[in-house]
């Protein structure tokens, strides 16, 4: 791992977003991605939108240190405990942060048509002000923000292999994220949603 001092700040109003593009040396990555993909009991949960279900355009698993159930889009899900590489990379976000995270999200794009829309990681279970920690491991993805209010302001950057976004303070407040489908032929993305789930 580099030096935690090796970030970019994102310069918009109302958020507070940094970016370590190489948080995670390229080896160190690769095994990472190898031991997630096979080790993790990923899953695929319906969704329900404006009154139509379907199949969630991506896998996912929970992990979590203290048994909080985590709850999205009407979905309920229960967390396995760390494993070994979880609490690895758990321990080095730490340390940049200075909070303890209890909670994993993860997220496994196959291909281009695995997507994420447009949403605010904003549930009360988060907390005020939630701290979201986010690797990417394998094939880079475009990600992209915009306003809740001002429409006009948006941002688009590429989450890279081994890298960190870390979204603070009243981010998911008035901003929305989204990784887009994409005709491109892409490889699989692992994305790893550090965060605190605060016990109700």
Known sequence: ??????????NLP????SYYPSFID?????HYFQKLKNEVPWQQDNITV???TYAQPRLTALFGSD????TYSNIVMRPHKFTAALAEIKLDIEKVCGIEFTTCLLNLYRDGKDSNGWHSDDEKELGQDPVIASITLGQERSFHLRHKKDKTLKHKMVLE???????RGATQHHWQHQIPKTAK????????TFRVIKKS
């Open 185 to 192: 032929s892409v490889g699989e993305r692992i994305n790893l």
């Open 67 to 70: 048994g909080q159930t985590y």
């Open 26 to 30: 390229e080896s160190k990555a690769d």
């Open 1 to 10: 791992m580099r030096l935690f001092e090796d970030n970019v700040s994102l």
């Open 50 to 52: 404006f009154g139509k």
């Open 14 to 17: 109302e958020a507070d977003i």
């Open 161 to 167: 292999h081994g890298s960190l976004l870390l979204m």
